[in-house]
């Protein structure tokens, strides 16, 4: 199914690949013994998140500095391997590329950046900036969607790297966003659009 294309972010990152928009490094990791085996592979900082977004975790976004801290807090939780994928850090601020798809074509856009998250070290937008749509931001999240045959609402989160004009995917969220209303305040109504 096409929901689930972005409700594993696996698939996610599969489509992303295939549709050439750039993904940070990120590994599935299901024990400790396949931790240990991807020691020297791992470049830190190192960031945690649910692999499935349907998946309970008691976190959203976990940071690691180094291979210790993870190595200690797959063994201080049994439940961690098997419900995270393990991303490099992408540098950058929090950019939503805000979209109405339909057969392929956009009908409405918007760009937000994020100033503020909840919590702080990563979670939803608590403090966002509008901005005029980055034409390289807008090719890559509509790439995307067109790759995973996506039809209707959509926020392509990326990190973006203003100073190196370096993206990287982040994730799809296929329904509305905490940012809705700095859209509609800004004329980009997108509930209306979808009428």
């Known amino acids: 199914f096409v929901i689930e294309r972005i409700l594993n ?14 993904a940070p490094l990120t590994y599935r990791v299901s024990n400790v013994s396949e931790l240990e085996q991807l020691r020297d592979q791992l470049r830190f900082p190192l960031v945690a998140k649910p692999y499935h977004k349907s998946r309970e975790t008691h976190f959203k976004v976990r940071y690691f500095a180094s291979y210790d801290a993870l190595h200690q807090a797959f063994a201080d939780d049994d439940q961690l391997a098997g ?19 339909h057969r392929g074509e956009p009908v409405a856009i918007f760009q937000h ?11 939803a937008a608590a403090v966002a900036v509008a901005e005029p749509p980055d034409p390289m931001l807008v090719n890559q999240a509509l790439a995307l969607l067109r790759a995973l045959e996506w039809e209707g609402i959509a926020m392509v989160e990326f990190r973006y790297d203003r100073t190196q004009q370096r993206s990287s995917l982040m994730e799809v969220n296929g329904r509305y ?7 509609i305040h800004s004329g980009v109504d997108f509930p209306l659009s979808l009428i």
């Open 177 to 183: 966003w905490g940012t809705l209303a700095l859209a």
């Open 83 to 101: 419900a995270i994928v393990l991303q490099e850090f992408a540098e950058g601020d929090g950019v939503g590329i805000e979209v109405i798809i």
């Open 9 to 22: 972010k696996s698939v996610t990152l599969d489509f992303a690949r295939k549709a050439e928009v750039r």
């Open 113 to 123: 950046r994020r100033l503020k998250g909840v919590p702080a070290s990563g979670g």
